[in-house]
T-cell receptor, first 112, second 113 residues
Framework: ETGVTQSPTHLIKTRGQQVTLRCSSQ?????VSWYQQALGQGPQFIFQ???????GRGNFPPRFSGLQFPNYSSELNVNALELDDSALYLC???????????FGPGTRLTVL | QKEVEQDPGPLSVPEGAIVSLNCTYS??????FMWYRQYSRKGPELLMY????GNKEDGRFTAQVDKSSKYISLFIRDSQPSDSATYLC?????????????FGKGTHLIIQP
C-alpha cells in the first residue's frame, strides 16, 4: 500500500509570486484535504476535494485554490504570495470523504 | 478563546513512565476525536480515532473522551525514547470530513532514556 506523497519537499519563493504544490493520495483513497501548519502551531484546514469537486473550505482567502484529478491526486495553488504564507503545507487523504485522514510528509514553503 | 486548547509543553518524563496528554475544547458540536503524532519535519501520523465519549485502547495507547467536560486525553504506557515527538489532538463536527479537522497546537513530549 502506497502512502500519501507530496512534492516538492522544499520551496523558496518571493512575495507576490505564485506556487503550485502537488499531492498523491494513498492507494484506495478518493478524498484529499489540504492544511497549512505554521511553526509551533497545529495544522489549519484549507479545503477538501472529493470526486474532483471542492466540498469544504476553511477560513482561507480565494488566492488559495486547488484541483483534484481523475486519479485522485491534487494540487494546491497559492497566488500573490505573502510573507505569512511561509509554512508547512500538508496534504491528507481519506476514503469517501470521511475524517480518518492520513497525512503526507508536507512541503515546506518559504516566502522571502 | 481558541476552539481547542492544548498545553505546548515541553513535557519531559523518564523512560517507562505513563504519559498523560490532554486537550480541552469549547464547541460541544465536536463528535469525532483524533490523536496524531508528529516527528520533527514530518507529517502527522494518525494514532487514535474515536467517536463520542468513552475509551479506546490500542497497544500502549489509550484515548479517553469526556464530552460532558469537553476534555480528551491520550495515555501512553511504558513510554519509550522513540515516543519523543509532538502530539496533536484533532476533532471534527461530522464524520464526513468536509468541515476539516480542528487541531490543537500540539504538546512536545520528551522521553528521557
Amino acid at each position: 500500500e502506497t502512502g500519501v506523497t507530496q512534492s516538492p519537499t522544499h520551496l523558496i519563493k518571493t512575495r507576490g509570486q505564485q506556487v503550485t504544490l502537488r499531492c498523491s493520495s494513498q492507494s484506495g483513497h478518493n478524498t484529499v484535504s489540504w492544511y497549512q501548519q505554521a511553526l509551533g502551531q497545529g495544522p489549519q484546514f484549507i479545503f477538501q476535494y472529493y470526486r474532483e469537486e471542492e466540498n469544504g473550505r476553511g477560513n482561507f482567502p480565494p488566492r488559495f485554490s486547488g484541483l483534484q484529478f481523475p486519479n485522485y491526486s491534487s494540487e494546491l495553488n497559492v497566488n500573490a504570495l505573502e510573507l505569512d504564507d511561509s509554512a508547512l503545507y500538508l496534504c491528507a487523504s481519506s476514503s469517501d470523504g470521511n475524517n480518518e485522514q492520513f497525512f503526507g510528509p508536507g512541503t515546506r514553503l518559504t516566502v522571502l | 478563546q481558541k476552539e481547542v486548547e492544548q498545553d505546548p509543553g515541553p513535557l519531559s518524563v523518564p523512560e517507562g513512565a505513563i504519559v498523560s496528554l490532554n486537550c480541552t475544547y469549547s464547541n460541544s458540536a465536536f463528535q469525532y476525536f483524533m490523536w496524531y503524532r508528529q516527528y520533527s519535519r514530518k507529517g502527522p501520523e494518525l494514532l487514535m480515532y474515536t467517536y463520542s465519549s468513552g475509551n479506546k485502547e490500542d497497544g500502549r495507547f489509550t484515548a479517553q473522551v469526556d464530552k460532558s467536560s469537553k476534555y480528551i486525553s491520550l495515555f501512553i504506557r511504558d513510554s519509550q525514547p522513540s515516543d519523543s515527538a509532538t502530539y496533536l489532538c484533532a476533532m471534527s463536527y461530522s464524520g464526513g470530513g468536509a468541515d476539516g479537522l480542528t487541531f490543537g497546537k500540539g504538546t512536545h513530549l520528551i522521553i528521557q532514556p
